[in-house]
């Protein structure tokens, strides 16, 4: 009996280990769902896991699908979870940040959130 409820420990920590290592959305700049006063000049987005930039991307577009971001998007120099993506001046209006990336660890993880810009 003690040997299986050590295997059942061992099991359930094993699954939660996999799942902890996907790398999913932890920060993002402008904030999930925020309002700005003005255009930010990037976003930028800290997953939970170190981040494969060649197979990772950002993008924002405007209400009418327009992608409006610099599509430069890029690795962090002093942190491999934190990708950024250039915009340039955006007017007022809700902007939808689309993301898709790969963890070191090989996990495809992806999502979208918007932000809005008043002036």
Known sequence: MKNMIVS???IILTGTARV???AFLKEAEPSV?????SSPNEV?????ENIEPAFSSIQVFDSS???MDKRDVHLDRS?????HVSLPRLGPG?????WRVVSVDTHVTNGNF???VTR
């Open 65 to 67: 699908g327009k992608e």
């Open 44 to 48: 930028r987005i800290r997953f939970t």
């Open 33 to 37: 769902g925020c309002t700005v006063p």
């Open 79 to 83: 942190d491999r979870a934190l990708l």
């Open 20 to 22: 902890e290592a996907h």
């Open 94 to 98: 809700t902007y939808k940040v689309v």
């Open 114 to 116: 918007t932000f809005r």
């Open 8 to 10: 059942l420990f061992l």
